[in-house]
């Protein structure tokens, strides 16, 4: 069964600083990865998406994540954080094979202080 | 743009209510999930379907059952609601491609507690 760790529950930046948030997945075979946001009292939005191809993945918002294989790793970046960035991230991984199955990791809670 | 509404944002009922938690797609999406957010343990799938009158159980489906007589409809139910379920229920559709590969589109989430 696959699964999702999220390294840091909670993080602290300065506005205009850059930002990576971390993510491991375990899967035996090439994980369908995605990345969403959750803002205050609402739900979860996409951010981006990796399915296969460029292991570099662009998304929304000016954010972009890079997987890794050899690292089993698929971490979220941003050059330059804003404070309408501060959210909780979610990372996750879906199951080839099944019925859209995905596992969520437990997130990380970034903050944005001025 | 996909529309996942949930039809109430805040809900407050009393042990051993049975209480319904509703869900509706706008966009034919032909799966649909419930899931439980809570604080440190992130999202934890109940249950999902992926066709009308059809469902599978997720994680954790100890305590809920669901409902699927519409395409666009999910419904969750707490049999018999008990404090331990108070929490986050999020809902999700995607459409139907085999193999995890769509995205999940989300309801803004159901607050729910239990007394």
């Known amino acids: 069964a696959q699964s999702v760790t999220q390294p840091d529950i909670h993080i602290t930046v300065s506005e205009g600083a850059s930002l990576e948030l971390r993510c491991n997945y375990s899967y035996g075979a090439t994980p369908y990865l995605f990345w969403y946001v959750q803002s205050p009292g609402q739900g979860l939005q996409l951010l981006l998406k990796y399915f296969s191809g460029d292991t570099l993945v662009q998304g929304i918002k000016g954010f972009e994540a890079e997987f890794k294989r050899s690292q089993s790793s698929f971490n979220l970046r941003k050059p330059s954080v804003h404070w309408s960035d501060a959210a909780e991230y979610f990372c996750a991984v879906g199951a080839p094979g099944g019925y859209q199955k995905v596992t969520f990791g437990t997130g990380t809670k970034l903050q944005v202080i001025p | 743009d996909v529309k996942v509404t949930q039809s109430s944002r805040y809900l407050v009922k009393r042990t051993g209510e049975k209480v319904f938690l509703e869900c509706v797609q706008d966009m034919d999406h032909e799966n649909m999930f419930w899931y439980r957010q809570d604080p440190g343990l992130g999202l934890r799938l109940i249950y999902f379907s992926y066709d009308v009158k059809m469902k599978e159980k997720g994680d954790i489906p100890e305590g809920y059952s669901v409902s699927r007589e519409k395409k666009e409809r999910f419904s969750l139910i707490l049999e018999s609601a008990s404090t331990n379920q108070t929490s986050m229920y999020l809902c999700?559709?995607?459409?139907?491609?085999?193999?995890?590969?769509?995205?999940?589109?989300f309801g803004d989430g159901t607050r729910l507690s239990i007394l």
């Open positions: 999700a559709s995607s459409p139907l491609a085999k193999g995890g590969n769509q995205p999940q589109h």
